[in-house]
Nanobody
């Protein structure tokens, strides 16, 4: 069984910064792409950023230049550095990872429980 646990959310003023962490644990043979999504009240869950195991990154246009995704493969951990935060960044942020849990080359998607980020104006 695999668990992804996010941390680092909280309340911050506009223009401030937060750093989210996501640690994967359990029976893990490998992790391919890891990513961050967010869901604001009354809105659909949307992609924030993704990073492959080799370090290739992808960002939503709304966060480019402000957010930075990174990962530590040895620690099965992904990070999301969020700078210049805006009130519209307020949402529950979810971590996801494509995890291989056996010797076969099959990856399954796992999600964390989410962490709340609130940006006040």
């Amino acid at each position: 069984q695999v668990q992804l646990v996010e941390s680092g959310g909280g309340l911050v003023q506009a223009g401030g910064s937060l750093r989210l962490s996501c640690v994967a644990s359990g029976v893990i043979f490998g992790i391919n792409t890891m990513g961050w999504y967010r869901q604001a009240p009354g809105k659909q869950r949307e992609l924030v950023a993704t990073i492959t195991s080799s370090g290739s990154k992808n960002y939503a246009d709304s966060v480019k230049g402000r957010f930075t995704i990174s990962r530590d493969n040895a620690k099965n951990t992904a990070y999301l550095q969020m700078d210049s935060l805006k009130p519209e960044d307020t949402a529950v942020y979810y971590c996801t990872g494509a995890v291989r849990t056996g010797w076969r080359n099959i990856y399954s998607d796992y999600w964390g429980q989410g962490t709340q980020v609130t940006v006040s104006s």
